[in-house]
Every structure is written in structure tokens, then in C-alpha cells.
């Protein structure tokens, strides 16, 4: 498929995306052009999707940007790590806003989300850019890029809130790159989203300082955040991150009553340490997390690890069996399509109360948020 954007205007776009193959689309649009769709010169790029950062200072060198704990300090014209956030001329700007380069509609099993507003979609944006470097990138066509690199829709948050409605969309995820790189944006679609009924999703690296978290997270609904390893060495070598920060971030979303998922990708060599996967869990349970679903993922060779082989199931059926036995309630098994640990079991009775196929809800036994055979509380956002 040519990397080149058919002529179409933006609701031609949103419906090819939501055909369901916009986003393996959108990942071949990667490079096609140095600037956006209708962008023109790179000043009026520089302008017309720019916005003042929020959380930096002023530092010797020019300005210190704050919301992540990269803590990037740059001189003028230069670019944070995340590829997005710009000091021009002493003021840190945002070049993502409102120029997405992933649109699409999900099914917000894919996010995952297995234990909220099930059998729904979710409007799914996403700008370029991450402040993570992970070897294992699925998406780094984007991830990996500037906004100046990746061809673009123009959809500012309150355009995204309307066509998140005419998709009749129950939700907006924030998604596919890191959607806290592009936190302006994510920040002030959701609160317009919020205005409107919508509720708002985060699918994110978790890499983000406690005060613009506690921020986002005033007008958040759920999120799943990617627990890459416990190892804070392995973390840093696979991805260039912080896991005390990540580990933050998870009690920062359960304390503030956000719904909280959490996305292990088992790596063979790098992150099956089944013995760091048991004080993890022990971790979790200790810290009130429990209840939140934990979802152990098959990795399959891609970007910098093209040359490991995929999970072996059984490792991935080992990080379950640890984390059950270490008093996590619910967990799954992830990009293994068929397998049984993708269904809902009941924590109490042991009865299947989700039986999916895939990101399909083939039937569900939940009454008002309770088990249909033994009435016990089943964590999670039903309706």
C-alpha cells in the first residue's frame, strides 16, 4: 500500500479508518510527507498546531520541561525527547495538538479494557511521538517520530468530540503512541469530551510526573497502563524508563478512582524473570491493587527485537498461574487468540461471567456489576 493519503476529506478519512483498516493504514503513512496534510510552509505548521506547553520553567540553558521525569532542558529551537515539545524562543510549545496521525474506531476490548463499558467502542487518537525508546515499539512508525514526519488529519478536541459522537463512540482513547507526550491535547479533548458525556481513556507508558498525572486524571475514566518489567535496570535498558515513576502512576489512578488496567508484555529473555513477575504481584496486591485486571501479553518480534522469537505460551500461562496464587483476581492472557484466560471468570464462584472471542463479547453474565450465579461484586465500570 502506497504510503501516500488518498484525496478524501475528514469524514471520507474517519470512515475508511473505521472499516477497520485505518490503522494498519495509518502506520504506512509514516514519512510520506514532511509536514501534515494541507500543512504548507513549516512556519505555518510551527503555528497552526502549536500550543503552549504546560509544566515547564525557565532554566539557565532556555527552558525545563516538567511533566515527564526526563526532565528534558532545552536551549532555543530545540526538541524534547519526546519529539514534540519545543522551546521557541524561551516558551515550550506543543507541535502536537490537533494534528492526529492515527484515527480509528475500537473495540474497547483491544485497548484492553476487559472490565470497562464492555462491548463498546472507543474513538482512538493519537499524535506522534513518546518519550520512551522501547526496543519492542509496536507502533514506532509513529512512536518514534515528530508530528513534522507523519501525515496527519487536522481534528482539534472539540472536532474529535463531535465525531466521536456521530461514531457513536462511548469513549475516547488516547492511544497507539504516548498520549502523554501529547498531553495538551489529550487534556483538553477530554475535558470536552467530559462536557458532552463521553468518558475518557488512557493506553499509556505510565512515564509522567505526579502533578500533570493528578491533573489528567480529573477528567480521566479508565486506563491501562504498560507495567513493562520489575527489574528498574531492565527498564531502563529496554526502554529507556523509570519504573518507580510507572509504579507511581498505578496507585496516583487507583487513589483517585480512575479504572485502572495493567498490560505485562512477557519478552523471552528480558521480561519473563518469573521470580521479579511473583514480587510484582505481591507488589500489586500489597498496594490495594487486587482488583485491577492484570493482562500478560504475548510478545511477537517486532522493531529492535525482530530477531527473538514470540512468547511461549506456556510463559505467559506461568505469569498467570503466579499472579493468581500471589491474590491478583483477574487476570488474562493476552494476543493469544482462542485461548480460555481471555474469558471472565468469577472471582468468587470460579463460574465464566465474559466468554469472548477475540475483542468480541459472545456472552456475559453480569447483573448490575454482579455475578449472575453468585451475586458476588465483580470490579469494574458496567455501564
Excluded at 89 to 102: F, H, K, R
Aim: aromatic letters at 10%.
Amino acid at each position: 500500500m502506497s504510503g501516500h493519503l488518498p484525496a478524501m476529506n475528514k469524514r471520507e478519512f474517519l470512515r475508511f479508518c473505521a472499516a477497520g483498516v485505518g490503522y494498519a493504514f495509518l502506520r504506512d503513512m509514516t514519512k510520506a510527507s514532511p509536514f501534515p496534510v494541507n500543512a504548507g510552509s513549516r512556519e505555518e505548521f510551527d503555528w497552526k498546531w502549536k500550543k503552549e506547553a504546560l509544566f515547564y520553567r525557565k532554566s539557565a540553558r532556555g527552558v525545563k520541561c516538567l511533566k515527564c521525569p526526563n526532565f528534558c532542558d532545552l536551549a532555543d529551537g530545540e526538541t524534547g525527547k519526546c519529539r514534540n515539545r519545543e522551546n521557541h524562543g524561551g516558551t515550550l510549545y506543543s507541535i502536537a495538538y490537533g494534528n492526529p496521525c492515527a484515527v480509528h474506531v475500537d473495540p474497547i476490548e483491544k485497548k484492553p479494557l476487559f472490565h470497562f463499558l464492555p462491548a463498546t467502542r472507543a474513538f482512538s487518537i493519537a499524535a506522534a511521538g513518546c518519550n520512551l525508546r522501547c526496543l519492542n515499539c509496536q507502533n514506532w512508525q509513529i512512536s518514534q517520530f515528530s508530528p513534522r514526519e507523519t501525515r496527519n488529519e487536522e481534528l482539534f478536541p472539540d472536532d474529535v468530540v463531535r465525531e466521536a459522537r456521530q461514531e457513536k463512540c462511548a469513549s475516547i482513547a488516547y492511544t497507539y503512541s504516548e498520549p502523554t507526550s501529547f498531553y495538551e491535547y489529550t487534556l483538553d479533548t477530554a475535558v470536552a469530551a467530559r462536557r458532552k458525556g463521553i468518558r475518557n481513556i488512557l493506553k499509556s507508558n505510565g512515564t509522567i510526573n505526579e502533578e500533570p498525572l493528578r491533573r489528567l486524571a480529573s477528567v480521566l475514566d479508565a486506563a491501562n497502563i504498560d507495567l513493562k518489567t520489575f527489574d528498574a535496570a531492565v527498564y531502563k535498558k529496554l526502554s529507556e524508563g523509570f519504573l518507580s515513576t510507572v509504579l507511581r502512576t498505578l496507585e496516583v489512578l487507583k487513589s483517585v478512582g480512575v479504572w485502572l488496567e495493567i498490560t505485562y508484555l512477557v519478552i523471552p529473555t528480558w521480561t519473563d524473570d518469573f521470580e521479579k513477575i511473583r514480587s510484582m504481584c505481591s507488589w500489586l496486591v500489597a498496594k490495594g491493587l487486587a482488583d485491577c485486571p492484570l493482562h500478560f501479553t504475548r510478545f511477537m518480534p517486532l522493531y529492535k527485537l525482530n530477531r527473538l522469537p514470540p512468547t511461549p505460551v506456556g510463559s505467559l500461562e506461568r505469569a498467570r498461574k503466579i499472579a493468581f496464587e500471589a491474590g491478583v483476581r483477574y487476570v488474562y492472557v493476552g494476543n493469544v487468540p482462542g485461548h480460555e484466560a481471555e474469558n471472565t471468570y468469577c472471582h468468587a464462584c470460579g463460574k465464566k461471567i465474559v466468554e469472548r472471542r477475540g475483542f468480541t463479547i459472545v456472552s456475559m453474565r453480569i447483573e448490575k456489576g454482579k455475578c449472575a450465579f453468585c451475586s458476588a461484586p465483580i470490579p469494574g465500570v458496567w455501564s
